[in-house]
């Protein structure tokens, strides 16, 4: 049972199960959707030209990996860079400078989940208004500017600890991101709940973090165990799932008694389980830990000079941006039994369903299967570059999945099926 525990929680269980799922879509053997194969050559059209509109011209090798770091420098403002140049002035080493963008990553990725259609951020210093993904990459920014998530006060010595996680309130968090009444941000006090959780966590493992809990100290870890600053993305995984399936809500899946994290059973594994295996109807994901390790893996690159072995082991990420694309362009459509619910849900012509409803899970499944058929193609059509799927999903599927719902959705720019979220998954 232990291994089989293991196995979900391990990166190699996402791509595997994905492509069980992936294989049934192309026999018409999923529960809720049909899958459409030969609308995937208009989807890696559509892909393909998003790619070279922003990095034509013999620019593609300068894709960077999908990470937070892009995010954190939205509306094309170096913000990490102008941070790492005043450090470095003020003192700082490169381990200290990493360990620093690895407190601000990890707090910032794991709020990092929909903030709903409505909800804005605005950076004072630009006067510059932001939403979603960007927004809450700033707001947390600042936030982690004014140590909200550390003890400290010293705001010259920016840092995240155990203890002051623990001390989050939703309240702290919403004056933090501007959510109010009239501008609310989804899921608020989960999302508190989620960090002072991590707190608890970080405060578990001082092997790794350190008396204080901090989440840079990692950078410490990672290069006692790296070999001519190579190290191995396997271990690093293993390290980030030991500290973060702690902290996910208690109501997910349980395996003989034990959490494992944002994985969910789905019918469609179930009809071709092995009776054997008790868990074999899991679909696991582990978006924002995967969310959080693409997002790691930049600064330790950039700052550290690490190479990462084995990071192609990770995969896409299994949200409604990258699924979405493959909904918007036809390539999968809910049937009808399930759309006339998820309509009855909403109210209105966008279905609407649960993040663990059975539907939710099969479309993320797919979503993971199909990024891996994208990314395929991507390697014929771009022959010269061989595009990582860190890459693919930066410049192509998760920017095309949020262009087109801007394209066919301008009021909310929501994704064609919607989800309700508590702000700790999506």
């Known amino acids: ?75 094309g403002v170096p913000r990490v860079k102008d941070l790492l140049e005043t450090w470095r002035k003020a003192g700082c080493d490169d381990k200290e400078l990493c360990r620093r963008v690895i407190d601000l990553f990890f707090v910032s990725v794991l709020v990092d989940a929909g903030a709903g259609d409505t909800w804005r951020y605005t950076e004072h210093r630009t006067d510059k208004v932001y939403e979603r993904s960007e927004g809450i990459a700033i707001a947390s920014l600042h936030m982690f500017l004014s140590n909200a998530f550390s003890t400290s006060k010293d705001t010259t010595v920016p840092r995240v600890d155990a203890a002051g996680l623990h001390h989050l309130t939703a309240e702290t968090l919403a004056e933090g991101f501007q959510s109010t009444e009239h501008n609310a941000m989804v899921g608020v006090p989960s999302r508190a709940a989620l960090l002072r959780s991590l707190g608890q966590s970080l405060s578990a493992q001082q092997d790794v973090f350190g008396p204080d809990g901090r989440p840079g100290n990692v950078v410490d870890h990672v290069l006692r165990h790296s070999r001519d600053n190579k190290a191995d993305l396997h271990d690093f995984w293993d390290t980030l799932q030991q500290l973060l399936i702690p902290i996910w809500p208690k109501d997910r899946t349980l395996v003989a008694g034990q959490p494992v994290g944002d994985a969910w059973p789905l019918s469609t594994l179930e009809r071709q389980a092995d009776p054997q295996d008790p868990t074999a109807n899991i679909q696991p994901f582990h978006k924002l830990s995967q969310w959080l390790t693409y997002s790691l893996l930049v600064p330790f690159e950039r700052i550290l000079g690490v190479q990462w072995l084995n990071a192609d082991s990770l995969t896409a990420l299994a949200e409604y941006r990258n699924g979405g694309l493959f909904v918007d362009l036809g390539a999968l459509t809910l049937k009808p039994e399930a759309l006339e619910r998820g309509r009855k849900a909403s109210g209105h012509d966008l279905p609407l369903f649960d993040a663990n409803d059975d539907v939710i899970v099969e479309w993320r499944a797919m979503t993971v299967a199909l990024c891996d058929m994208v990314h395929e193609k991507m390697l014929k059509r771009i022959p010269d570059e061989h595009l990582t799927i860190a890459q693919v999903l930066e410049a192509g599927t998760w920017k095309s999945g949020r262009e087109l719902a801007a394209q066919k959705r301008p009021e909310t720019k929501s994704s064609p099926i919607l989800i309700k979220s508590d702000g700790t998954l999506f």
């Open 1 to 75: 049972m232990a291994s089989s525990r293991g196995y979900i929680l391990s990166l190699r269980a996402v791509r595997e199960r994905a492509t069980i799922v992936g294989n049934a879509a192309k026999a018409g053997k999923l529960t809720h959707f049909d899958f459409h194969e030969n609308k995937m050559e208009d989807v890696a059209d559509f892909v393909t030209t998003i790619i070279n509109r922003d990095y034509g011209g013999g620019r593609i090798s300068t894709i960077p990996p999908h990470g937070r770091w892009q995010h954190i420098e939205a509306g």
